[in-house]
């Protein structure tokens, strides 16, 4: 199977790296452009690893972490990262919840320009459901559950001993779920909206969401 990289072309492309196909591996290996087929030889660039510092909120405690990355590792809020610290040993799946590069707070920033990653740990979660009984009584209640549980609108969810349906889901981002049989995973929920039903038995199992 050919192996593509992008490299610049000291012919058609020397400024802009572009597409070439890999004749022969090696510390500088022998390629050709699939722009213009020029052959030759082509010196990659081996990335630096960056050690950066991870605050990670769990429920109501932050704990510090440090975890390696390649320092043209492109990070973004909302997106996951699993932290590795070698030092604790710790390894936690997180949601990015902000960034701090360049002594400011910013949304999207390379590895190497961050100084500081905020998360919010994601293994496991704490739900939020303002469950309503009747037309003036509501309750907020609240579930601990996987970061990949399913919540579905339009179904009923066992919450200690209360049954809940469920009518709507705000998610993180500030959008509202409410169409029927709309899936929404534990770590993206900001607050589920439901109404009591009757007292029983019948909790949904755990399901594994896709990710």
Known sequence: MMREIEVECPSCSPREEIGHEVLKEGQSPLVRCLECGQVHAAKIKTPKSVSLKVIVSKQDISNTYKTELDSETILQVDDELVVDDEETGVVCPILITALDAGGKRVKVA????????????????????????????????????????????????????????????KVRDGIFRSRKGDVVLAKYVKRIFARKKGDGSGQRSFRKGPW
Do not use: C, H, M
């Not at 970061?147 to 709507?168: C, S």
């Open 110 to 169: 390379k590895a190497e320009n961050t100084e500081t990653i905020w998360g919010r740990a994601i293994d496991e979660v704490t739900v939020k459901f303002s469950a309503q009984e009747g037309t003036e009584k509501t309750e907020v209640i609240e579930k601990r559950v996987p970061g990949d549980y399913e919540f579905v609108v339009g179904a009923e969810e066992k919450v200690g001993n209360t049954r809940l349906f469920i009518n709507k889901i």
